[in-house]
């Protein structure tokens, strides 16, 4: 081999190694690319089903949640359930045709739910449930206001403008229902401490402002002298308000609702309702499907993820 064909060979050997060199210095970059979060799942799909749009404060929850999936770029699916616990066991098991990734839940029963919790679990859907619980399935976590922690916060509220004396009516919610069940467990966690406060009525009105006014009407009728109401929601609360209203009673009696919808707040500064536990519904929706996203890309969650209450009186 002459001096000029080596001199070429070893050209061309240099260019090589050069080459090699190069694709071996890309290689680590695109590793750190997909360290850095380029291979999560953007291409989420989220299934919502409310319990009712007959309430507003489900229907901010459902707007906030939507309005969350459109900025992180989700698409989102959701359906009423009109407070039947059939539709929406049918409501979901439409979404889990429609390829979603998560199944986000706000239960019109927490009993009868379970069967649509499992039937999601049957087809490896995770489940999250909003403001109400499933009392069976496999459930990732579950976002809502310590309704306990509130209903304790009414008890107290009631406690100290009855300076600890007096008859209380309580206006149930849905029977079944965790909200419902915790929120009365949180109240007679207080009142039931003071000897002389006194539940002398508790009937259940669904969360429903004609129901609330016509069980209020009926525990008037019926045990004579009230002292002070408390509604595990503030649609009953506003019904019980009219019907205190009718009797020319409203002055004499203590009204706290549950939720701080936009009427319960206007009521509130009107110096009609009392008090009302603000559950911030926005920020439930918005949490919820925040909890979707990282649920879908595989992080690990929390069983409880809980949304801020406060006590708003003015």
């Known amino acids: 081999m002459n001096r000029l064909t080596r001199k070429l060979g070893i050209g061309v050997l240099l ?3 050069l080459f090699v060199s190069a694709c071996s210095t890309e290689a680590p970059g695109s590793a750190d690319d997909t360290e850095t979060g380029d291979n999560e799942k953007e291409d989420i799909k989220i299934g919502l089903s409310v319990s009712t749009l ?3 404060f489900f229907v ?5 949640a939507e309005s969350k999936a459109e900025e992180l770029g989700y698409e989102i699916v959701s359906a009423d359930a009109q407070d039947d616990p059939s539709k ?15 199944l986000l839940v706000n239960p019109t029963d927490s009993d ?8 999601a679990n049957g087809e490896d859907i995770p489940v999250v449930t909003v403001d109400r619980s499933s009392e069976g399935g496999e459930v990732v976590t579950h976002v809502a206001s310590d309704n306990i922690s509130g209903g304790e916060m009414a008890g107290e509220f009631i406690g100290e403008k009855l300076d600890n004396q ?11 229902s965790s909200t419902s069940r915790e929120r009365g467990e949180g109240f007679h966690n207080i009142i039931n401490e003071i000897d002389e406060l006194e539940i002398v009525a508790s009937q259940s009105a669904d969360f429903d402002r004609t129901k609330g006014l016509s069980v209020m009407e009926n525990i008037i009728q019926g045990s004579g002298d ?5 509604a595990h929601n503030d649609e009953m609360a506003l019904g019980a308000l009219e019907a205190l209203e009718a009797k020319n009673i409203l002055e004499d009696v203590v009204v706290v609702g549950f939720d701080a919808t936009d009427d319960a707040v206007s009521s509130v500064e009107d110096g009609r309702l009392d008090a009302t536990i603000a559950q911030q519904p926005d920020l439930i929706g918005e949490s919820a499907v925040d909890a979707a996203g990282k649920v879908a890309n595989g992080e690990d969650m929390e069983d409880f993820i809980p949304i801020e209450l406060k006590l708003v009186t003015e």
């Open 60 to 64: 901010t929850l459902r707007d906030s």
């Open 112 to 119: 009868a739910v379970v069967a649509a919790v499992e039937l």
């Open 88 to 102: 929406q066991l049918s409501d979901i098991e439409d979404m889990l045709q429609q390829d979603i990734d998560v």
């Open 15 to 17: 260019l090589v190694l």
């Open 54 to 56: 007959n309430n507003p």
């Open 226 to 230: 009230v002292d002070a109401v408390f």
């Open 166 to 176: 007096g008859e209380i009516v309580e206006i149930e919610g849905v029977s079944g």
